[in-house]
């Protein structure tokens, strides 16, 4: 009997040891967890304001689209899919510049470039092909 009292002597102060380890581990992974959520928030808070500005930028750019398709020769043969989009805003303007592909009065494919340019409202300013 002396034996088997001194076995869960060391048992014990073992399985409190990992006891107070796991406890330990336990509340530092909960702090890292804690910071991680707040991380997550201020990450979407970010995100959400990104996209707010991209969707602008793209409504922008779909605004733009229209009025200088109008303007060229060959309306039909305007070809945005090889696009490269660029915004800016300078002097509380919103500036939209985009390169695409139209034919030219000789039937020749060409690259362009346009330019819009808007108001903090969103209304169209000025636009054109470079």
Known sequence: MASENKLNWTRKPALAIIGICVLFFALVIGCDEKETEEEIAKSDAVVAKSDEKKIS?????????????EQLTNPRSFDPSVTSVKYNFVDNEHIVGFD???????????????????????????????
């Not at 793209?58 to 229209?66: A, T």
């Open 57 to 69: 930028d793209l409504s922008l750019y779909f605004d733009c689209k229209p009025k200088i398709q």
């Open 100 to 130: 695409f592909y139209s034919k030219n009065a000789s039937g020749g494919e060409v690259m362009q470039q346009a330019i819009c340019s808007f108001d903090v409202d969103g209304n169209i300013l000025k636009y054109g092909v470079l």
